[in-house]
Structure formats: C-alpha cells, structure tokens
C-alpha cells in the first residue's frame, strides 16, 4: 500500500517503509483548501500531477518498480483522455422476462457526487429509458450499500434493491414502452 503524505514543508523526506508494507511517501503539496477553491477541472489535474510526483519518488527510492511507475503513467493519461469522468457500470445488464429489455446501473462517481442511474436498452443496445436511482456523497459507504441486485418483477417493472433495505428504487416502465 502506497501511502501520500502531502505538506508544505519543503523539507519532505524520503519515502519510508513501515513494518507491515506500507509505504509513505511525503511530497510538498498545497494545501487541500487551495484545491478546494479552484475549478474541479483543475483540481482533479492538480491531484493526478501529485499523485505522479509521489509515485516517481517512491520509484526513485526503489520502492515501486519501473513496470509499476508506468502503469500509474498509463493510468493518469487515461484518466486525462476521459477528462476525469469515472462513469462505470456497477451491475451488469440483467435481462426482462419477455427477453426484449435489459436493466443495468451505471455509476457517475465524480468528486462531489455519486449517481446511479438505471438504463434500459433494447436487444440492439439502444437507450430506451433513464432513471436515477440515487445520488450520493462519493463515499463508498454510501453509494456501495445500492450495489445490491437488479430485479425484474414483470416485463415492465423492475427492482433495485440495495444491500440495505432501506436502498431500493422502483422503476415502472409500462407508459416508456407503451410510446
């Protein structure tokens, strides 16, 4: 585990290693209000340039290895070329009982807000209908507990059902497929 340590001391020592793996690897920083208070553009540019500077010098100290140093390389250009948008599907297409519709969460997890969507498509992949089934703090322990199972209850209603039951979102598609 890999461990930033960020500060404004510009005497940030080396990383060091502790007893049970994990590595802390200070690096001067400003401080995470000045992040705050700029566009959130420029503050995730800011986060992935720190994360770089901190990866680098645990590699310099030969704490993470060539292969490892250009694997978060690719990653941060992938994350650049997605323009930071973390929008992944959370469960996977689940299939209606006439077999005509499939039922899917997509996530848009993004520094201020997490929302999951269900997305209904056709045989052919088209978008048929959107619903938002919550939006959350981007704290895993409060979007994680919606990860739960996509449910159809006939051919035109569906369930989301949380880990929790107190997560759970309906979704009654009879007038959507009816138009």
């Known amino acids: 585990m890999l461990l930033i340590e960020a500060g404004d001391r510009s005497d940030a020592s080396l990383p060091v290693r502790n007893a049970a ?7 001067l920083a400003p401080h995470i209000d000045t992040l705050r208070h700029i566009d959130p553009r420029s503050c995730k540019e800011a ?24 694997t978060v390389r690719d990653s ?20 209606s009982p006439d077999r ?17 969507t269900i997305e209904i498509t056709n045989r052919k992949g088209d978008v048929l209908y959107r619903h938002e089934a919550f939006r959350t703090k981007p704290d895993e322990i409060f979007f994680a507990n919606w990860f739960g199972s996509i449910t159809w209850l006939t ?6 059902e949380g880990k929790t039951r107190h997560n759970q979102s309906e979704v009654d598609l009879t007038d959507v497929i009816a138009s």
């Open 21 to 27: 793996g994990t590595c802390f690897v200070p690096i």
């Open 100 to 116: 005509k519709l499939h039922a899917s969460l997509e996530c848009d997890h993004d520094t201020d807000m997490c929302i999951g």
């Open 76 to 95: 941060l250009t992938t994350c650049r070329q997605k323009e930071f948008n973390n929008v992944y599907t959370a469960i996977k297409r689940r299939m």
């Open 155 to 160: 051919p035109t209603k569906l369930l989301l």
């Open 47 to 70: 986060t992935a340039d720190l994360i770089w500077q901190a990866i680098d010098k645990a590699c310099r100290a030969g704490i993470v290895s060539s292969d490892g140093l250009l």
